[in-house]
Structures are given as structure tokens and as C-alpha cells.
């Protein structure tokens, strides 16, 4: 099946830092890309859904400043928390989609960002 | 998307078959039905997906009412490893122009394998 995956895995920072989160597709180029977050004890929510070479679409209530993404390329999108806050800790993971294919949607590991 | 419902956890024994039912009644006549499960602080796998037929795959069965108002999802020897949550997901296929859209992740239904 196809791969997807993220760096990095886990990070830690400090409040006021930016952190971006890499998500790649190893064996097959994704023609979208989508972002969720899920907090402890809670179901996944989608946070945006990147198309390469446009501007990604956010959903209602996550703020495109902050968290900004960049999809130059066919099996690469960054996530960037800028100036992140102890309420931005959270597993963040990725999917790529793969136009034509049953599944979807093929998802990342996941990356847990704390921020003290 | 439609709405579907779960039950919040279920047990299973090692070995025995898992039966994990959706309620989806008001599922609409281009939506699939999608199962996928989350091992704990993983991402989401793809399991299985149908419109109105049973399907069998390596991993699970998928087993969908005539009416298509509900589904069961049948994992046939349950293992330790099987122990996630299980999100079962109504949504139409990819659209006409190749494009998708994000997934809608509800609460899904805890597994618990027991040994």
C-alpha cells in the first residue's frame, strides 16, 4: 500500500517558537494533501486540505496565520505552527490522497507537538 | 455527510470474530461506507470500503444492509493487535473532477481485545 510520512515524530518547544511538521508521500505522488488534529481523548479534525501549487483551503475556526501550509510539490507538504502556545500541543497528522484509488486517503504517523 | 452512530466501546475475545456495527440511515444513494481503525497515538489505516455489496478484503469483512441503513464490520479472528478505535465513515467517492474531500472522524467505537 502506499506510504506516507511525517517528520517529525514528536517535538517539543517553547512558546513563541515556530514549528513545521513535514509530510511526505514515499511512493506515489498525492494530487491533495489534508491536515487534522486530534487533542488527547478526541476524535480527529480537519484542520485544512492542501492542493500542490495553490493555496491551501481551511476549515471554519483554524486560523490560516498561524497555521501555515505549503505544498510545492506532488509528494511534499510542510505545516507550519507559528508562535505556537501551550494550547497548540496536540498530534497533528496528515493524509495524501491518490486520485483514482478506492481508499482515498492514506494517512501519516502522526506528529505530538508539546509546547511549554 | 451522512451522519453515522457507534457504539462508544465494545470486547471481543482473542481469536473470535468481531463484529462492529454503523448506523447510517440516512446515507444517500452516491455515499460509500468506509471503515477505518486508529491504533493508539497512530494515524488512521484504511480498512475496507462498499456502496451496496459485501466486500472481503486481507484485513475485514464489510457487510451492509439491503436498505443500506447500516453496515457491520467483521474483523474473523480478532487479535491483541486489533485493539483500536474503529471509524466507520459515510462519504461519497472521489469527486467526478479526480478531487477529494477531508474526512469527518466521529467519536467511532473503542475495541478492546481481551486475551
Known amino acids: 500500500g502506499a506510504v506516507v510520512s511525517q517528520h517529525p515524530s514528536w517535538v517539543i518547544c517553547k512558546s513563541g517558537t515556530s514549528v513545521k511538521i513535514e509530510c511526505r508521500s514515499l511512493d506515489f505522488q498525492a494530487t491533495t494533501m489534508f491536515w487534522y488534529r486530534q487533542f488527547p481523548k478526541q476524535s480527529l479534525m480537519l484542520m485544512a486540505t492542501?492542493?500542490?501549487?495553490?493555496?491551501?483551503?481551511?476549515e471554519q475556526g483554524v486560523e490560516k496565520d498561524k497555521f501555515l501550509i505549503n505544498h510545492a510539490s506532488l509528494t511534499l507538504s510542510t505545516l507550519t505552527v507559528t508562535s505556537a502556545h501551550p494550547e497548540d500541543s496536540s498530534f497533528y497528522i496528515c493524509s495524501a490522497h491518490i486520485s483514482g484509488r478506492g481508499e482515498t486517503q492514506y494517512f501519516g504517523p502522526g506528529t505530538r507537538l508539546l509546547v511549554l | 455527510d451522512a451522519k453515522t452512530t457507534q457504539p462508544t466501546s465494545m470486547d471481543c475475545a482473542e481469536g473470535r470474530a468481531a463484529n462492529l456495527p454503523c448506523n447510517h440511515s440516512?446515507?444517500?444513494?452516491?455515499?460509500?461506507v468506509y471503515w477505518y481503525r486508529q491504533i493508539h497515538s497512530q494515524g488512521p489505516q484504511y480498512i475496507i470500503h462498499g456502496l451496496k455489496n459485501n466486500e472481503t478484503n486481507e484485513m475485514a469483512s464489510l457487510i451492509i444492509t439491503e436498505d443500506r441503513k447500516s453496515s457491520t464490520l467483521i474483523l474473523p479472528h480478532a487479535t491483541l493487535r486489533d485493539t483500536a478505535v474503529y471509524y466507520c465513515?459515510?462519504?461519497?467517492?472521489?469527486?467526478?473532477?479526480?478531487?477529494?474531500?477531508?474526512?469527518?472522524f466521529g467519536k467511532g467505537t473503542h475495541l478492546i481485545i481481551q486475551p
Open positions: 465513515i459515510v462519504r461519497p467517492r472521489d469527486s467526478a473532477g479526480g478531487g477529494a474531500d477531508g474526512l469527518t
Open positions: 440516512t446515507i444517500s444513494g452516491n455515499e460509500y
Open positions: 492542501s492542493n500542490e501549487g495553490s493555496k491551501a483551503t481551511y
